[in-house]
């Protein structure tokens, strides 16, 4: 697995969507991540206008 440094303090997310399982992140710098929704539970009960 390789480990990459970020420049958390100039880390800027551009967008954010989410689908039934996951949630996702467009950082300014062209990257995309996306994580389950169960990491979370907040947003996983959330309804689709709350999100």
Do not use: H
Request: charged share 25%.
């Amino acid at each position: 697995m390789r480990t990459i440094a970020i420049d958390v303090e100039n880390l800027k997310v551009r967008s954010v969507w989410f689908n039934a399982e996951k949630v996702y992140f467009d950082f300014q710098d062209g990257r995309t991540m996306g994580a389950p929704l169960v990491w979370f539970p907040r947003l996983q009960n959330a309804t689709e206008a709350q999100r």
